[in-house]
């Protein structure tokens, strides 16, 4: 009875200790307002709430999905997570290779799902995703924004303060080999992303003044500031010297820049009443035009 009772026996056993992730929070910036045409970082809060760490040198992907479509995700994070242990990630590229989302106007559903491409064994594979609604204004600080002659013309709503603004240019750089100011025929080629101008508000000499411009409180629609195509260098750190091989005797140099996209940043003003404060919103604008250099 006694071997019968034994044999009969099962050996009891404990669940194996796993990690266990979670989403936490879902996020997105820069801008604090959130309107039509701002490209959106989507960010999110993961957690291990497991028995377990998470493996080292595995990516903990996050991936972020709008109205159930997939738009960016996070492949960055390889570091062990340790029991109750958390990290914010931020989106760096997606399906088109970009980093952000275009907003477009409306109310959406952003999920962000970690571990999406099941990298890592977990204890429970279902909790993996978490919704945050999001809403879109039809129109944000920055209505519109292009350009016109050597300078950026925005369409910008009123607002009863000041507000500080700061546009750029981007799209491919052209270089050629010259001699005596002349181009040789056939030298010109692409030579890279290039742009010019300012993402970031200031109104010291710390930086080039180039995009730059202040919005009085309450202004109408339109504001302008130029933009030096002369700065194209210093948005590429190198020079065409460094990507063009010239004969003895020529000169490389720019000839062009390929614009395909303007944005404009507009800024609350800071208390010293020289730098950029909180980001208010933001627009990109499409461009196909050659601007000589």
Not at 188 to 194: L, P
Request: charged share 15%.
């Amino acid at each position: 009875m006694v071997a019968a009772t034994l044999l009969g026996a099962g050996t009891a056993h404990a669940a194996p200790a796993r990690p266990d992730l979670v989403v936490t929070a879902v996020g997105w910036g820069p801008q604090q307002t959130t309107a039509h045409g701002n490209p959106l970082t989507f960010t999110a809060t993961i957690e291990n709430q497991g028995t377990a760490p998470t493996p080292a040198g595995v990516i903990h992907g996050v991936g972020f999905q709008v109205d159930g479509t997939l738009r960016t995700w996070s492949d960055t994070w390889t570091l062990p997570l340790q029991p109750g242990e958390s990290r914010t990630v931020e989106a760096n590229s997606g399906p088109t290779g970009s980093r952000t989302w275009t907003a477009t106007t409306g109310t959406h559903e952003v999920l962000a799902y970690v571990d999406d491409a099941g990298r890592i064994v977990e204890a429970n594979e279902a909790n993996n995703r978490t919704k945050k609604q999001l809403t879109v204004a039809a129109t944000g600080p920055v209505v519109s924004s292009t350009y016109r002659n050597g300078a950026p013309f925005m369409k910008l709503a009123s607002l009863p303060y000041k507000t500080g603004l700061a546009s750029s240019i981007s799209g491919t750089g052209y270089a050629a080999c010259y001699t005596g100011g002349v181009v040789r025929w056939g030298s010109e080629k692409a030579i890279g992303a290039y742009g010019a101008g300012n993402w970031m508000y200031h109104q010291d000499s710390s930086w080039g003044w180039s995009g730059i411009a202040d919005v009085p409180a309450r202004a109408t629609p339109i504001a302008s500031s130029d933009i030096d195509l002369g700065e194209i260098v210093r948005w590429n750190y190198g020079d065409p010297a460094q990507k063009l091989t010239c004969n003895p005797g020529e000169t490389p140099d720019f000839t062009r820049l390929h614009a395909t996209a303007i944005t404009t940043n507009r800024y609350a003003i800071a208390a010293n009443g020289y730098n950029a404060g909180a980001l208010l919103g933001t627009y990109t604008g499409p461009l196909n035009i050659d601007l000589p250099i």
